[in-house]
């Protein structure tokens, strides 16, 4: 995978989600340029807020999953985390399984119930693989020795659970994009939600160096932080209607993120201070990991014009973007830094792929037939 161009660092209705992240990433020699972050408000928190607790849900099991390995059709990968286990998991756009890989690229599904399905994922600290189903309109659980299914149902109809990680303090955290809420749920499956302002959109969450939770409203062009105890601040990002749409914590200990539409790799201080790098190329940064060599890495699955522009960046945490030009048939879409040292990204043409530090791109099938 060779560089396309490398920019040098500069002096300081939740179905609406799902079709604006399947559209960025299924729409089928370089020069140097300069890339200076825009100036943010220094520490522009806009608000406070107070937590507002809910009832807590009950947990609702399912018979043992069904576990197969004879594909489906019709089934892409969407987005992938890694295990506790030495593999990965992902889920699939519109499909009712999760799958399992290994580093070796054997594949393993799993059933999910019927009613709904899973969009993001988060592996627990016990192997549990926890997820968002927006359809059903809950939080699932999967347990992989067995592929026994819990669910716990979200009190508010609509709610649109989308981002999920796991916080300092042991419980799951997860968005609610269309209710504009943060949730909060414990391993013994006790529920609070925290309010937002209205038309926040928050979508993806994780947890920062600060022992806080950090996540994006691309609705409301903010990155929001809120403590365990749930409360909220808020900071704007300096880009009108950027979109910010991935997350993901740096080596640094800084909070990065991409901007769909601002065409902006941006990063956001514990104390809240919000710097932007422009692209060194014309395209979508959609999803962002942290990996092991201390970069961040991004996706750029195609340019705003539809055109079939599709790069891999990297980026130093001193803010130096290089683009590289992905090998032929790649076509990333969600990425994430695998237990093998890796970068695997998952592809909307039915594959996954393992992407080695020094450019080697390797490709899983993991389509399956009925």
């Not at 403590?227 to 997350?247: A, C, H, N, Y």
């Not at 200990?253 to 692209?279: A, C, D, M, R």
Request: aromatic share 8%.
């Amino acid at each position: 995978m060779r560089p396309v161009i490398e920019s040098a660092p500069a002096a300081t209705v939740r179905a609406s989600l799902l079709a604006i992240v399947i559209a960025l990433i299924g729409a089928s020699g370089g020069c140097a340029s300069t890339s200076q972050p825009i100036a943010a408000d220094a520490d522009p928190a806009l608000r406070s807020s107070s937590p507002a607790a809910t009832p807590a849900p009950t947990s609702e099991p399912t018979p043992a999953a069904e576990s197969t390995p004879t594909p489906l059709l019709f089934r892409r990968p969407f987005a992938i985390a890694p295990g506790r286990d030495g593999d990965l998991w992902f889920t699939e756009y519109h499909g009712d399984h999760l799958g399992r890989i290994t580093i070796t690229g054997s594949v393993r599904h799993y059933k999910l119930s019927a009613e709904g399905i899973a969009e993001r994922l988060a592996v627990g600290p016990d192997g549990g693989v926890w997820f968002t189903d927006p359809m059903g309109n809950r939080i699932g659980r999967l347990e992989p020795r067995d592929g026994t299914l819990a669910y716990y149902k979200l009190p508010n109809l609509d709610s649109g659970p989308a981002g999920i990680t796991f916080g300092p303090d042991g419980n799951l955290w997860f968005t609610e994009h269309s209710g504009d809420r943060i949730g909060r749920l414990t391993p013994t499956g006790d529920l609070k939600e925290f309010r937002l302002s209205k038309g926040a959109g928050p979508a993806d969450i994780v947890a920062g160096i600060d022992n806080h939770l950090w996540f994006l409203e691309d609705r409301a062009n903010r990155i929001g932080r809120i403590t365990t105890d749930g409360v909220v601040t808020e900071f704007p990002v300096p880009t009108k209607d950027s979109r910010p749409g991935s997350l993901t914590l740096g080596s640094d200990g800084n909070v990065w993120f991409t901007e769909l539409t601002g065409e902006h790799i941006g990063k956001v201080t514990p104390q809240g201070k919000v710097t932007e790098y422009s692209l060194p190329i014309k395209g979508v940064p959609f999803a962002i990991t942290g990996a092991a060599d201390g970069h961040l890495w991004i996706t750029v699955p195609r340019s705003h014009g539809g055109a079939q522009t599709r790069a891999i960046l990297r980026v130093t945490t001193a803010g130096v973007l290089t683009a590289f030009e992905p090998p032929a048939g790649a076509m990333p879409g969600f990425i994430t830094s695998g237990p093998d040292g890796n970068l695997w990204f998952t592809q909307p043409n039915f594959k996954i792929a393992r992407l080695t530090p020094d450019g080697q791109l390797t490709t899983f099938d993991v389509m399956r037939a009925k």
